[in-house]
């Protein structure tokens, strides 16, 4: 049979505590732009299928304060975080970059995974300022080598 539908889980404010190791991922759209709504299937379903011993969490971008105040508080060094790919890296949606930004520079102790981005700082003096304001945030994870 064909699969013609996606199942969609109920959303919950508790997050999970258990054994199993989490894989956070930070910035899911919730607004419909559909080419955004499709990167973030489409990384769901790369993570449960190269990362299946770990727990998917979804935090939508607009609950990234308290989703992140919420993660301090139950991972682990075994954890992984992520920030959704796309097109938002950089000056020109910097909501998407501040969020992102925080993410990174939040859980420093953790394997921390980007997804692929298009990146533009423009080449003006806001620009500048925005882009020093992200490498000091991205310096700060550590190198997974």
């Known amino acids: ?80 975080v992520s920030f959704v790919g796309g097109g938002n890296m950089g000056n020109l949606y910097l909501d998407h970059e501040r969020a992102r930004r925080k993410v990174f520079s939040t859980f420093v102790n953790n394997l921390t995974i980007s997804f692929p981005q298009s990146i533009h700082f423009e080449d003006n003096e806001q620009g500048q300022r925005e882009q020093k304001l992200s490498q000091e945030a991205y310096q700060k994870i550590r190198t997974w080598f």
């Open 1 to 80: 049979m064909t699969d013609f539908y996606i199942e969609t889980t109920k959303a919950d404010k508790t997050l999970p505590i258990n054994s199993r190791p989490k894989f956070f991922a930070f910035g899911i759209p919730s607004y419909t732009n559909l080419g955004d709504q499709a990167v973030s299937l489409a990384q769901r379903a790369y993570i449960e299928h190269e990362f299946p011993e770990f727990q998917y969490i979804e935090i939508l971008e607009e609950d990234n304060d308290a989703g992140i105040e919420a993660v301090k508080k139950i991972i682990t060094s075994q954890d992984i």
